[in-house]
């Protein structure tokens, strides 16, 4: 009982960390149709960032904030430089955006060597908080609090805001939403950066859970497609529940089927993408 | 003139291993052949279909595995060649079956779902794949008693396989087959209008880049006398895409191209360039900004411009409307 | 990095080419260089283990003045990236374009069961880091030499710990679900049980495995937590095993709490015993020179992937000396690597068994603080240790080798 009890609790931690990593990658994919295969890699390079600001003696948070807004700038750099040359191009995005993966992954190891390092739990957050008898971890309910946060705070952006409106008109149609005026090239600016630094900063938050390591940009970007699959690309809602449903796939298929665990997510994702292309959660069909 | 270059270009290749020396480089001309082989396969889903698979590595590796454990049991070449190109297009088969179930990205994102679980499936069972140690063969063929051992007969089978998979794929882009391949991917709409089944199309060119795949996957197999999960990895499927992609879709020549590409970076230029990860991204986004449509579409582009300029009484001729990228070699 | 264009340095002291100009001709077999290989992982997730070999072999070669028994050295280094097609590819090419006189390295498992029958086909000895079991039992290769450690070779005396120095009665094993972690805990298992323990459950997180929750929360009711993790997810699984609030003592093998990684590490993996053939806190002269030179040369404190090569230098040089600088004669080289015999090197006195693979100190280690650094201290050392422990050899190779069903669980 006591395991079933954890797991289903760190099954919404888990899931609130990838919801933070996927939300952006899924704001991308649904409003400029580009596969960002960088957003591993924003995630590790924030992780990274994370780790030389908190050397530098700044707090987890502010570090955590900071990185993620480095990021953010990178990714506003990227989407100038590069991905607004190729509208509509998927393979060369496809081929831009690994190379990119290629790059930073390199640029990381040369910077910050090969060794994992670890990120320290910031001190308001360490050790196990007892909620009805049982032990879990503060920090992976702090996780939770973050997400649920920033899931508001993206929903209050996307539902009541003049941004938000249209970013929405331009998921939808984004034909449509440039003959009304809307400006779709500086909004997507704003939403790769956006994305780009959800990621950085879910770095920062996954560092104290996952520590910081060459590779940890190829072990992220899987997750954050089974999410967006799962919960279909562009919406909100459909990235948060499929977040969750990824968290407990996750963690009571490895627990109760350790026989499965390497196709404990993509068996689940292979079947839903047969059954229903357009994922869960999906508005418009890929 | 094409004939002249498509002469000479076959000299050199049948050549090569008198003129390059050293057994090492004979060995990467070996690599570079059978990744091209491995890469003009997924192209006739990518460039001709249209469908970009992101889980080739998985037939890649079944093909090879199939090879490992049917030599292992005492089945001879022969036998072991047919049965994994056997096994192959029957995998191939599942594979199209699930994964055109959907289009765009949701074909990608299946045939990721897929080449993950093949992957699995290689590592963890370890009964019959020994898991991460991978399976070892021993020996190569001997196609009329003749040894493959050394790097030179080597290359010189693989380059004769190769030649084989370069004609049929080009035949094939030439027949109406490939015209209609070509039409489901440009205009779906007015094919089923036209009467084409336009899943089966799709069906048959997945098995057709399926079979083409399985040969790879036999070469690479022969090549290291070794296959281990790594090559089934997504990083592996990713590596052919980029390949395809970077070479130019949709053309006879730049999966070959984008084959030579990343195995002399990996593999040579490493030996130079310490930062040789680095280089070879950096090289993918500078074609993405000088030639988005791959190196040899990119370079006909430039060849065609720069004729141009030498020859402005013709510029209405060559110049104009740029011919489809499947014409050129 | 010192270097950035290129890898491929001519490892020569300036002393010494002025010499070999100096030498009358015609040049005798000395004044060729000989010419070390390395295998190595330079770039990707393995790096960090890749890199230190390299530091190690550069550091031995720089302490040796770039010349071993009068014949100059050249290191030729190969970046496999962590592939077995990309560890044949580089063979091939230290060979067959480099004529190497032998390769060190590579690093892990699979890559040298990739390259081992080749390796042996072009009769080139090979001084490896990598642990694989049956290279050097049950299908030996005669040109390998192995100075670090079978995968096993150190669970044995940390279970023989576990089981007489800690009196634990029940362990729970959870380790990298792949031929590294399913040797490691094979022998454990079988000598923790064979001193009286019993190893209730084995648990296999896969090698990628971001959250170890659904393996934590099955952890309980024992003696001891015995873990096999290697790269980058001890660190992940130590802080999650803390963070969990579990505090069942925890053991570990090699790659556990490696030197060379501690300083990156946090308060996590206070009190970790881990089992190692080599700790920077061993105190001989060799190693004191080898930890002062790793630290002026790195800045870091060197872990088993320098020792080791670091130590291998250290047998080729013998070996050389041994056939007065023949390279030429592979037989003779390959019997002279495997008679080498040191008493004093980074890892204390070796030699080597008859299949090549090292007999030497085992140590257990218990990671502490002091002040504001972790430290590995020595708490048992465990001498002349075989791959085969104390067991009959005939006997240990009629089993099978260990795996994840092997031994078996006792109900």
């Keep these: 009982m006591t395991l079933w009890l954890i797991l289903?609790?760190?099954?919404?931690?888990?899931?609130?960390?990838?919801?933070?990593?996927?939300?952006?990658?899924?704001?991308?994919?649904?409003?400029?149709?580009?596969?960002?295969?960088?957003?591993?890699?924003?995630?590790?390079?924030?992780?990274?960032?994370?780790?030389?600001?908190?050397?530098?003696?700044?707090?987890?948070?502010?570090?955590?904030?900071?990185?993620?807004?480095?990021?953010?700038?990178?990714?506003a750099l990227v989407e100038r430089l590069l991905l607004r040359r190729l509208p509509g191009a998927e393979l060369a995005q496809v081929l831009v955006t690994l190379g990119l993966s290629f790059m930073?992954?390199?640029?990381?190891?040369?910077?910050?060597?090969?060794?994992?390092?670890?990120?320290?739990?910031?001190?308001?957050?360490?050790?196990?908080?007892?909620?009805?008898?049982?032990?879990?971890?503060?920090?992976?309910?702090?996780?939770?609090?973050?997400?649920?946060?920033?899931?508001?705070?993206?929903?209050?952006?996307?539902?009541?805001?003049?941004?938000?409106?249209?970013?929405?008109?331009?998921?939808?149609?984004?034909?449509?939403?440039?003959?009304?005026?809307?400006?779709?090239?500086?909004?997507?600016?704003?939403?790769f950066s956006l994305g780009a630094g959800l990621a950085g900063f879910a770095g920062v938050i996954g560092g104290p859970i996952l520590s910081v390591y060459p590779g940890l940009d190829q072990d992220m970007l899987p997750l954050a497609l089974v999410v967006v699959i799962l919960g279909g690309s562009g919406s909100l809602v459909g990235s948060f529940i499929g977040s969750l449903i990824v968290g407990f796939l996750y963690n009571f298929g490895q627990a109760m089927f350790p026989e499965l665990a390497y196709v404990v997510l993509f068996l689940p994702m292979l079947v839903i993408l047969v059954v229903r292309p357009q994922g869960l959660f999906g508005r418009v069909a890929p | 003139m094409k004939r002249l270059a498509l002469a000479l270009s076959l000299v050199a290749l049948a050549t090569l291993p008198l003129w390059v020396g050293n057994s090492y480089y004979v060995n990467i001309g070996?690599?570079?052949?059978?990744?091209?082989?491995?890469?003009?396969?997924?192209?006739?889903?990518?460039?001709?279909?249209?469908l970009v698979s992101l889980g080739h590595a998985g037939l890649f590796g079944i093909a090879a595995y199939a090879g490992a454990l049917a030599i292992n049991h005492g089945a001879n070449h022969f036998v072991a060649i047919i049965a994994a190109l056997a096994a192959t297009i029957a995998a191939a088969a599942v594979f199209a079956v699930l994964a055109l179930r959907g289009t765009g990205l949701g074909f990608v994102m299946i045939t990721v779902a897929i080449g993950q679980i093949v992957w699995g499936v290689a590592?963890?069972?370890?009964?019959?794949?020994?898991?991460?140690?991978?399976?070892?063969?021993?020996?190569?063929?001997?196609?009329?008693?003749?040894?493959?051992?050394?790097?030179?007969?080597?290359?010189?089978?693989?380059?004769?396989?190769?030649?084989?998979?370069?004609?049929?794929?080009?035949?094939?882009?030439?027949?109406?087959?490939?015209?209609?391949?070509?039409?489901?991917?440009?205009?779906?709409?007015?094919?089923?209008?036209?009467?084409?089944?336009?899943?089966?199309?799709?069906?048959?060119?997945?098995?057709?880049?399926?079979?083409?795949?399985?040969?790879?996957?036999?070469?690479?197999?022969?090549?290291?006398?070794?296959?281990s999960p790594q090559a089934v990895a997504l990083g592996a499927s990713a590596e052919v895409l980029l390949m395809v992609i970077s070479g130019g879709t949709g053309t006879l020549l730049g999966p070959i191209v984008g084959a030579a590409l990343v195995v002399i970076m990996k593999n040579v230029a490493s030996a130079y360039i310490e930062r040789w990860n680095f280089v070879l991204g950096a090289i993918f986004v500078a074609i993405v900004i000088f030639m988005p449509e791959g190196i040899v579409p990119g370079l006909a582009r430039l060849a065609r411009w720069c004729l141009a300029k030498l020859r402005p009484q013709v510029t209405e001729v060559s110049g104009a409307a740029a011919p489809r990228p499947e014409s050129g070699l | 990095m010192t270097r950035r264009l290129t890898r491929r340095t001519l490892l020569r002291g300036a002393a010494g080419s002025a010499l070999?100009?100096?030498?009358?001709?015609?040049?005798?077999?000395?004044?060729?260089?000989?010419?070390?290989?390395?295998?190595?992982?330079?770039?990707?997730?393995?790096?960090?283990?890749?890199?230190?070999?390299?530091?190690?072999?550069?550091?031995?070669?720089?302490?040796?003045?770039?010349?071993?028994?009068?014949?100059?050295?050249?290191?030729?280094?190969?970046?496999?990236?962590?592939?077995?097609?990309?560890?044949?590819?580089?063979?091939?090419?230290?060979?067959?374009?480099?004529?190497?006189?032998?390769?060190?390295?590579?690093?892990?498992?699979?890559?040298?069961?990739?390259?081992?029958?080749?390796?042996?086909?072009?009769?080139?000895?090979l001084l490896g880091l990598a642990a694989a079991e049956d290279m050097t039992q049950r299908r030996p290769n005669p040109y390998f030499v192995r100075a670090s450690a079978t995968s096993a070779q150190p669970m044995h005396p940390l279970a023989d710990y576990a089981a007489k120095d800690l009196k634990y009665k029940t362990a729970i094993t959870v380790s990298d679900d792949f031929a590294f972690g399913y040797e490691q805990m094979g022998g454990f298992q079988r000598v923790f049980e064979d001193a009286g323990g019993r190893v209730k459950s084995k648990l296999w997180p896969p090698l990628v495995t971001p959250d170890y929750t659904p393996y934590l929360a099955q952890i309980a009711d024992a003696d001891a937590v015995v873990a096999g993790f290697a790269g980058a997810n001890p660190l992940k699984f130590m802080q999650q095993y803390r963070a969990a609030g579990l505090t069942l003592p925890l053991l570990g093998g090699e790659g556990m709490a490696d030197d060379?990684?501690?300083?990156?590490?946090?308060?996590?993996?206070?009190?970790?015993?881990?089992?190692?053939?080599?700790?920077?806190?061993?105190?001989?002269?060799?190693?004191?020179?080898?930890?002062?030179?790793?630290?002026?040369?790195?800045?870091?404190?060197?872990?088993?992937?320098?020792?080791?090569?670091?130590?291998?230098?250290?047998?080729?040089?013998a070996a050389l000396n041994q056939t007065d600088g023949n390279t030429d004669d592979r037989e003779a080289f390959i019997r002279a690597?495997?008679?080498?015999?040191?008493t004093d090197s980074p890892r204390g006195a070796f030699h080597f068994d008859h299949f090549g693979n090292v007999v030497g100190n085992i140590f257990i280690r218990r990671c502490e603080r002091k002040g504001d650094k972790l430290v590995n201290t020595i708490v048992k050392t465990y001498p002349d240790v075989s791959q085969f422990w104390t067991y009959d050899e005939k006997w240990f190779l009629s089993q099978p080798v260990y795996s994840r069903d092997y031994p078996a669980m006792r109900s």
């Design chain 1, 8 to 75: 289903a609790g760190n099954s919404i931690a888990f899931g609130g960390l990838l919801f933070l990593l996927s939300a952006g990658f899924s704001l991308i994919f649904g409003l400029m149709r580009i596969p960002n295969l960088t957003h591993g890699s924003l995630f590790m390079l924030g992780a990274y960032f994370g780790v030389s600001l908190i050397s530098r003696g700044l707090g987890f948070w502010p570090a955590a904030i900071l990185a993620g807004l480095g990021v953010a700038a990178f990714g």
């Design chain 1, 104 to 191: 930073i992954a390199d640029v990381c190891l040369l910077g910050w060597g090969g060794d994992p390092i670890s990120i320290a739990t910031p001190p308001e957050l360490r050790g196990a908080s007892r909620i009805a008898g049982l032990a879990f971890p503060t920090y992976r309910l702090g996780v939770i609090v973050i997400a649920v946060v920033f899931a508001a705070a993206l929903w209050g952006l996307l539902e009541k805001t003049r941004l938000g409106a249209m970013i929405r008109a331009g998921v939808d149609d984004p034909a449509i939403a440039r003959v009304v005026g809307i400006r779709v090239s500086r909004l997507f600016t704003i939403v």
């Design chain 2, 30 to 50: 070996s690599q570079i052949l059978l990744y091209a082989i491995f890469a003009l396969g997924l192209n006739v889903l990518v460039g001709y279909a249209g």
């Design chain 2, 123 to 227: 590592y963890r069972w370890i009964s019959i794949t020994n898991g991460d140690n991978g399976v070892a063969i021993t020996t190569r063929p001997r196609p009329f008693g003749l040894s493959l051992t050394d790097a030179p007969n080597f290359y010189w089978a693989t380059l004769i396989v190769f030649l084989l998979a370069v004609t049929v794929i080009a035949i094939f882009s030439a027949s109406p087959f490939g015209a209609s391949l070509r039409g489901t991917r440009d205009q779906p709409r007015r094919m089923t209008a036209l009467g084409y089944h336009i899943w089966l199309i799709r069906f048959l060119a997945f098995l057709f880049s399926g079979l083409w795949t399985g040969v790879a996957g036999m070469l690479f197999l022969y090549y290291n006398q070794f296959i």
């Design chain 3, 20 to 125: 070999a100009a100096s030498l009358p001709l015609p040049a005798i077999a000395k004044a060729n260089p000989i010419k070390i290989g390395l295998l190595t992982i330079k770039t990707g997730p393995l790096a960090s283990a890749g890199i230190q070999m390299e530091q190690g072999t550069v550091l031995f070669l720089k302490d040796r003045d770039h010349t071993l028994a009068g014949r100059k050295a050249e290191l030729v280094v190969g970046d496999t990236g962590g592939n077995p097609a990309g560890a044949k590819t580089k063979a091939q090419e230290l060979i067959e374009r480099d004529k190497v006189d032998l390769i060190l390295g590579p690093l892990a498992a699979f890559e040298l069961l990739a390259i081992s029958d080749y390796v042996a086909r072009q009769k080139v000895p």
């Design chain 3, 260 to 317: 060379s990684l501690l300083r990156t590490f946090g308060d996590e993996s206070v009190g970790l015993i881990s089992a190692s053939p080599y700790s920077a806190e061993f105190d001989s002269p060799a190693n004191r020179k080898f930890v002062e030179g790793m630290v002026r040369d790195t800045g870091n404190t060197p872990g088993i992937a320098a020792a080791c090569l670091y130590i291998n230098g250290m047998v080729v040089d």
């Design chain 3, 337 to 342: 690597l495997r008679a080498v015999s040191l």
